[in-house]
């Protein structure tokens, strides 16, 4: 698919030219409104109730954090995706340093389409721990108000991360580059992160416990549904503390539901 060059235009201050323009699957997107993503920052204990509603709705979206580890502790995030999705070269590192050959890593690419806000998303898990993101994309990230990354693959620079003290999660960490061992096949396309499916535009929240990819479609009543599931928790937290009955407690929630 052609990307047309005047929608690319409006980004060419940002765009470092790392990935084929007609690899570019979309440049805008529908993303949820600024409200819905600020009402889910409100709540706490937000990935395992979120969870509990897509698993209410039969919805497949929640990863956890032994696969998706976050790197910085204590962190929350919610944000629209934005995505970029690898494969492994067919060259081996050695020659693409001695030939060479142009590094074929995007992410900053990623980050320049985005919106401030948003999620980069990383499918790199073909390649095993190879590094995709390391302390200088982490940097670009963060000054262009990116809101944290989730990466399926490596990331490095570990050190530079809890510096700049921006939010990441990925399931490996390492010291070996993507360079010349990776190169990016699609921004903006359908990807899939630990068997989750994540398009552009769906809402992906992360803490502690994991992280969590929301449908756009399902944005909505997935909130509805988390406010409801949040006062009910609330209303039983403080019922109990206040000492009432089981049978009192169990008209809010009953206990083989907790
Ligand atoms: O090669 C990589 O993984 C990228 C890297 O180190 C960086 O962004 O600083
Ligand atoms: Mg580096």
């Known amino acids: ?23 570019i699957q979309k ?12 009402a889910f920052k409100e709540f706490e204990g937000l990935t395992p109730t979120v969870s509990d509603v897509l698993d209410s709705l039969g919805i497949k979206g929640a990863i956890s954090a032994s696969r998706l580890k976050p ?37 900053r690419d990623v980050y320049a389409l985005g919106e401030e806000g948003d999620v980069p998303v990383f499918d790199a898990k073909s390649l095993g721990d190879v590094s995709v993101q390391g302390g200088m994309s982490t ?34 960490q390492t010291p070996i580059t993507g360079k ?12 899939t992160i630990a068997d989750v499916r994540v398009n552009p535009g769906d809402l992906i929240i992360a803490d502690d416990s994991g992280v969590v990819v929301v449908p756009f479609e399902k944005i909505e009543v997935v909130l509805e549904k988390t406010k409801e599931a ?28 907790w």
Do not use: C, H
């Open 1 to 23: 698919m052609l990307m047309k060059v005047d929608e690319l235009n409006k980004y060419e201050k940002k765009l470092m030219g790392l990935i084929p323009p007609e690899r």
């Open 139 to 172: 940097l670009v990230a963060q000054k262009w108000g990116m809101a944290g990354n989730i990466v399926d693959g490596g990331v490095r620079d570990i050190d530079t991360i809890y510096k700049l003290d921006y939010p990441v999660w990925s399931t490996g």
């Open 71 to 107: 790197v910085v502790k204590g962190k929350k995030i919610v944000g629209p995706a934005i995505t970029i999705r690898y494969i492994p070269e067919s060259i081996t590192p050695d020659y693409g340093y001695l030939q060479k050959e142009r590094a074929k890593l995007a992410d």
């Open 230 to 257: 949040v006062k009910k928790e609330d209303e039983v937290l403080k019922l109990f503390e206040s000492g009432a009955s089981i049978e009192e407690i169990s008209k809010i929630l009953p206990p083989s539901k």
């Open 27 to 38: 440049v805008d997107f529908p993303r949820p409104p600024k409200e819905l993503v600020e």
């Open 180 to 191: 010349y061992r990776v190169e990016a096949m699609e921004i903006n396309g359908p990807i």
